[in-house]
């Protein structure tokens, strides 16, 4: 079974400051991972995705995103937060080896990014 | 850019009432999906479907149909609204890719009274 966990319900950090928002995963083979940001009121936005090759993937708005296959985890950061990065960071994990059409991602319940002015 | 529109931001409806939610998205994609998103609860599927006519039910689907009779858009109906069924609802799309993430839609916010 596929799932994604956030253990974070919140983050708070200083602005300037550098933001880790925690994912770990959980697949019976390869993984596809994504990351998306939802501003209030609104829809999600996508931010970055992990297919293959570098670990390091760089996305929208600065964020980048670490896989790190022993750990099971795909960390989103970013080296100095912005009171506008406050929003709400959904996870999201799809098993790259589960064939069909109707493969879906599974999505985190979501981690609460406040930064301080 | 791909785009999907749902086609109330707001919505109050009362308790009894059959409610129509609409999403059309532009980009051709097969694959089409209905959130609902509670505080605490994340997102949790509803119903989805990756052809015209197809449907599948997601992990809560009670209380909900849809309809798609056209490639573009994937409608989900409240036969009989209730107050439980307050929530932001979310629409999807996705290309039949592996790879591929989903576009979502601004979100519509039912409330029932």
């Known amino acids: 079974a596929q799932s994604v966990a956030q253990p974070e319900d919140q983050v708070n950090v200083a602005e300037g400051n550098p933001l880790t928002v925690k994912c770990t995963y959980s697949?019976?083979?390869?993984?596809?991972l994504f990351w998306y940001v939802q501003y209030p009121n609104r829809g999600l936005q996508f931010l970055l995705k992990y297919i293959t090759g570098d670990n390091l993937v760089k996305g929208s708005y600065g964020f980048e995103a670490e896989f790190n296959k022993s750990q099971t985890s795909f960390h989103l950061k970013k080296p100095s937060a912005l009171v506008s990065d406050s929003a709400l960071y959904f996870c999201a994990v799809r098993d790259k080896d589960y064939g069909g059409a109707t493969n879906k991602l599974i999505f985190g319940t979501g981690t609460l990014l406040a930064v301080q002015p | 850019d791909v785009k999907v529109t749902q086609s109330s931001r707001y919505l109050v409806k009362r308790t009894g009432e059959k409610v129509f939610l609409e999403c059309v998205q532009d980009?051709?994609?097969?694959?089409m999906f209905w959130y609902r998103q509670d505080p605490g609860l994340g997102l949790r599927l509803i119903y989805f479907s990756y052809d015209v006519k197809m449907k599948e039910k997601g992990d809560i689907p009670e209380g909900y149909s849809v309809s798609r009779e056209k490639k573009e858009r994937f409608s989900l109906i409240l036969e009989s609204a209730s107050t439980n069924q307050t929530s932001m609802y979310l629409c999807a799309s996705s290309s039949g890719g592996m790879n591929y993430g989903y576009t979502f839609g601004s979100g519509t916010r039912l409330t029932v009274v």
């Open positions: 980009m051709d994609h097969e694959n």
């Open positions: 697949v019976s083979g390869n993984p596809y």
